[in-house]
């Protein structure tokens, strides 16, 4: 009970001085990275997404041993889409790409990029290894998903929503 009225009292001489701050209801989204076991899913890297809902993993392709790039975006719906790629490709071959009216295709070597995707794909799931070197870039900043899971795992990457009937400032 004390606790409660110190937390009123520090909220109260923050309002007096601050002004009322602003206040929204929180609904954002959690990108979560884990592994699952037994039917479990255990988190070991938690995103919140109320800044940006983009990111991106980038890895070499295990047959072509070149790199690749995946972005990714969450929809309003809390589902993960895949809105774009680029890899490393010849000119000559980007004519075996898939060529549907509202894909956006540029070539600047040595990058291929191909945009306006929009494939809904809900969780993603990859087995990290060095050889492949998967990594997550979230803001600006890689995590190297080979390097702090054991090899040969599965790791899979989902959101949910994170519905709070409570106030945040």
Not at 97 to 112: C, D, I
């Amino acid at each position: 009970m004390a606790r409660k009225v110190l937390c009123f009292l520090m909220f109260s001489l923050l309002v007096i001085a601050e002004g009322f701050p602003n206040t929204h209801l929180a609904s954002a989204s959690t990108l979560f990275i884990g592994t699952e076991k037994e039917g479990e899913y255990k988190a070991f890297i938690i995103l919140d997404l109320s800044k940006t809902t983009n990111f991106s993993l980038r890895y070499i392709h295990s047959v072509d041993k070149l790199p690749v790039e995946e972005f990714f975006d969450v929809g309003q719906d809390n589902e993960i889409y895949l809105v774009g790629i680029r890899f490393v490709q010849l000119p000559y071959l980007i004519t075996t790409l898939p060529h549907e009216t509202n894909l956006s295709y540029t070539y600047s070597p040595p990058w291929t990029k191909v945009e306006n995707l929009n494939r809904k794909i809900g969780s993603i799931k990859i087995r990290v290894s060095s050889f492949t070197q998967q990594c997550l870039v979230y803001e600006g900043v890689e995590v190297k998903l080979f390097n702090i899971f054991e090899q040969g795992l599965l790791v899979i990457i989902r959101v949910e929503s994170d519905q709070r009937d409570e106030v945040v400032f």
